[in-house]
């Protein structure tokens, strides 16, 4: 039997409900979605509560309706941090999202341009991961990657954060090694182009293993697959990795670290989701509520 996969990092508000389809076909029981930017930037605090809201009702209903568990992670995301008309305000309505069901930690928090201002919010959203007893799921920049996951490091370390409690996201190969041993969980986005592909993933770990290491697609409005974690497997499997170690990878690693936020279990994540019936037109996909909201979406 081929191993469950948990998705730790999809941006699903921005898929078709095709993929969902897919996505289930080939193993994706859980998908995490951590909150970040539309690809413009807001101009304020009313569209992020359109957009939290959105993350915990539709997409966690939509996900369902596929066999698909949806958890999320809630943060202003860094490239949005330096945004004065939001900033403030995010930050002050981030305590009320952090407790609603669902929600397993703090993300993507993280770093992007590297100015003090993204290190002032950095510190203040971990504090919030502390204060709610939440794991942190961070966004290392796309430029400078080596020196943004060394800051990441130096800011989580002066916090006093226990980085057993930390995904450090986007790695690649000139990354690994300074996070190998620090205990944070090593994510890596399996995304065309600009981050990882498949050969060069399955390289990494041939050679470094599948401890404290998880996979995503980052999939999102961009060029991007919501299937290459299970293409990464195929992957794996023909270059005669174990089911052991696919499954630590692509189940176990991810289930335990965000199983940290005491609001979820594996027991949960194998059990089927609950479905909703058929509307009366035949529509699949319905909004909840009963027969006056009903509808294709």
């Known amino acids: 039997m081929l191993t469950p996969i948990f998705e730790p990092h999809t941006h699903m508000v921005s898929r078709v409900t095709d993929d969902y389809e897919r996505m289930a076909a080939a193993g994706i029981r859980v998908v995490l979605e951590p909150a970040f930017w539309l690809g413009q ?36 995301n860094p490239r949005e941090a330096n945004d004065q008309r939001v900033r403030e305000e995010v930050l002050q309505l981030l305590p009320r999202y952090l407790e609603k069901g669902g929600v397993v930690g703090v993300g993507e928090l993280g770093l992007d341009e590297m100015t003090p201002t993204e290190d ?26 080596k020196q943004g996951f060394l800051r990441c490091l130096d800011l989580l370390r002066a916090a006093n954060f226990p980085l057993e409690r930390v995904l450090l996201d986007h790695g690649n190969e000139e990354t690994i090694e300074l996070t190998m041993g620090t205990g944070v969980l ?24 599948v401890e404290r290491i998880s996979i995503n697609s980052a999939c999102d409005w961009g060029i991007s697959d919501p299937l290459s974690v299970p293409k990464t497997v195929t992957l794996m499997q023909a270059a005669g990795f174990s089911a052991e170690a696919i499954h630590q990878l692509v189940w176990r690693n991810p289930v335990d670290f965000f199983a940290q ?30 027969p006056d909201s009903e509808g294709c979406c």
């Open 186 to 209: 090593q994510g890596f986005s399996i995304y065309p182009n600009t981050k990882m592909d498949p050969p060069r993933m399955v390289a990494l770990l041939k050679k470094y293993g």
């Open 120 to 145: 002032r919010v950095f510190e203040a959203q971990v504090e919030l991961a502390r204060q709610h007893r939440l794991p942190l799921l961070v966004h290392t920049p796309h430029r400078n990657k």
């Open 41 to 76: 930037p807001r101009t304020n605090v009313g569209s992020f509560i359109d957009y939290f809201d959105t993350l915990i009702g539709w997409e966690r209903y939509r996900a369902a309706q596929f066999g698909i568990h949806h958890v999320c992670t809630f943060a202003l």
């Open 261 to 290: 936020s005491g609001r979820c279990s594996e027991t949960e994540w194998l059990t089927p989701t609950e479905k909703a019936p058929l509307s009366a037109t035949g529509t699949t996909v319905v909004r909840g509520g009963g």
